[in-house]
């Protein structure tokens, strides 16, 4: 279990540093995302595996994993009878391993998003088309590589940086740059 723990580390890392040498030069757009495509790949791969070595009976026999089609969403139930859900297989593989403690996940900028919109619904009770003006906005303005990043390692050079690249690009409006 420790080498699948260290190898979900490695690809972490190794996420990281095609942004590096994509931001210097090294690395070509195409190159880079197709680094970024194996990396996923063998990332799902290895927390599946690691979230089915860890998700087991007591008797050793893996724990029920269930598509509710009804509801569109995956679920478990964990050691003491919560149960689990998720909107995909791999987010409740995830959630698997993050609830055994041997991981998280729970330090990229969407994570820290869904947490928030989730906060905001438990704690405010707001209209349900407020969240999901809160979610169009996130697609709108949120790349998948700023989405990905860990929050903790994002400056307010690299907002700043973003919020430039951004405006240049999709040229929002006041109201919309105002929502972002």
Known sequence: ??????????????????????????????????????????ERSTIKELA????????????????????????????????IYSTSEDGLYEKIVESYGLYSFGNTFSYVFRCALKEKRDTENPKEATLDKYKQNYKKFITKE???????????????????????????KKKAYLEY
């Open 1 to 42: 279990m420790i080498e699948l723990i260290n190898q979900l580390q490695c690809l972490q890392q190794s996420e990281l540093s095609i942004n590096d040498e994509l931001r210097c030069g090294i690395l070509n757009p195409v190159d880079a995302l197709t680094k970024r495509t194996m990396i996923k790949e063998k």
């Open 52 to 83: 089915l070595k860890v998700h087991v009976t007591d008797s050793g026999k893996p724990r029920k994993i269930t598509y509710q089609e009804s509801k569109g969403l995956w679920y478990t139930i964990l050691p003491g009878k919560k149960k």
């Open 146 to 172: 700023l989405a990905s990043q860990e929050v903790e390692k994002i400056t307010r050079q690299d907002l700043m940086a973003y919020t430039q690249k951004m405006v240049k690009t999709l040229h929002p």
